[in-house]
């Protein structure tokens, strides 16, 4: 006995569209005279778009119009979308593919949680769309991730109990999400950023399921 599915984020866990997010939101942030670096990025990881404008804007987002917001927040789209246009199979992060056939092969379901709305044309240019059993995306939930909603829809989707499912994240309001939703989480990136993850990896590359079934509550009945 162990999980019965795997869920999947996609942004910076199967390929490094965190750097293309990243680099949108430095270009923006610049542009209207906002501070931004890699550290203030990490707390945007997983955080959907409105969300991560408001978090720019810190305490002028009470004094700016939602027009204003909504033009900011494409104007960052449109960035982003110049960084994504020339994506193919080839920006799959290592080890991403070996993962996904390694989670079929062993016949558990396989999801992706993701709260772009750029994730199914971000699919679509890696080729793995046809992979996963069970796409959530922006369109399908209210609430975003630190809110447990898109990994407990995943696994209602999948059929799957929650405690049964293991969630992969690289951002501390994903982990967050994985460990609200009753999963357990796998953090990629960095232990000390990710600690509330109940294992961490620094890539796909290191993901190997047997090990990981250990992890499973099943597994130690
Ligand atoms: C998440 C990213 O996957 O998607 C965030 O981690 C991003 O950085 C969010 O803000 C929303 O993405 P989009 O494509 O809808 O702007
Ligand atoms: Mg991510």
Known sequence: ?????????????????????????KRLADAIGMPFDLAFNERLKGIDRMGSLELILGAAAATTTPERKLALADSKNTYYRQLIADMS???LLPGAVAALEAVRGAGLGIGLASVSKNAVEVLARLGIAERFDVVVDAARIARGKPDPEIFLTAAHSLGVAPADCLGVEDAVAGVSAIKRAGMVALG??????????????????RFDLASLQALSPQAAI
Do not use: Q
Request: proline share 2%; hydrophobic share 50%; aromatic share 10%.
């Open 89 to 91: 199979a080839a920006d």
């Open 188 to 205: 990629v990136g960095l232990p000390e950023v990710l600690t509330e993850a109940d294992l961490v990896i620094s890539g796909l590359d």
């Open 1 to 25: 006995m162990g999980f019965k599915a795997v869920i999947f984020d996609l942004d910076g866990v199967i390929t490094d569209t965190a750097h293309y997010h990243y680099l949108a939101w």
